[in-house]
């Protein structure tokens, strides 16, 4: 196998990047993208910036991707690096790169000296549990994860609470 390279994506990489995004939802049983949904992902990552993207390649292939924005504690006072998606492709998985991926969100977190770095996993995935574990990190127990959806939001809106 080539040396995998992993490195910050460019726009170049967008199509790159939509098809892993889609396989990870593939593999997590949830709806991808739509295709405004998909431009907004572009535009998010490579316009305004507002999300990070790290991608694995070997040779061209694109087979891995990290995709990372921040958040803030009031109470420690520093920003949280929360992990959204982590994705290595089947064949290349347990070979060490969602690992070497990790730790470039580390480097990245200590370098903007993050309190934290969070994220959610689905309750069957016991694999990426695993490796999660594995690196050290640990299921907040005492903590419930809560949602508004956007039809939600916007019946809200309208209607005040
Ligand atoms: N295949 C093999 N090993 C795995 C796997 C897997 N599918 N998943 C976890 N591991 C374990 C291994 O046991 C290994 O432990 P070891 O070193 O003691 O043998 C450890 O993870 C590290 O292995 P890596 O090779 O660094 O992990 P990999 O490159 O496979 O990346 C990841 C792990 C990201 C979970 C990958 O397997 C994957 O993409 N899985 C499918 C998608 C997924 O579950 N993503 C995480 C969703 S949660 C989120 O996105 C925030």
Redesign the pocket.
């Known amino acids: 196998m080539q040396d995998i390279v992993i490195r910050k994506a460019k726009p170049k990489d967008s199509r790159a990047f939509l098809k892993l995004v889609r396989e990870?939802a593939k593999?997590?049983r949830l709806k991808p993208p739509s295709e405004s949904g998909k431009r907004r992902l572009v535009q998010d990552t490579f316009r305004t910036k507002r999300l990070k993207l790290l991608l694995a390649f070997s040779g061209r292939v694109p087979l891995?991707y990290a995709?990372y924005f921040f958040t803030y504690s009031s109470f420690l006072a520093k920003p949280t690096l929360y992990?959204?998606?982590?994705?290595?492709?089947?064949t290349?998985?347990?070979?060490?790169?969602?690992?070497?991926?990790?730790e470039m969100l580390i480097r990245e977190a200590r370098r903007l000296h993050c309190g934290r770095i969070e994220?959610?996993?689905?309750t069957w995935?016991s694999?990426?549990i695993?490796?999660?574990e594995?690196?050290g990190a640990h299921q907040l127990k005492e903590w419930h994860y809560y949602r508004l959806d956007e039809s939600r939001i916007s019946k809200l809106a309208r209607k005040g609470i």
């Open positions: 990870l593999f997590e891995a995709l992990l959204e998606d982590l994705f290595v492709l089947e290349y998985r347990g070979q060490g790169i969602g690992s070497r991926m990790f994220w959610a996993v689905l995935n694999k990426a695993k490796f999660y594995g690196i």
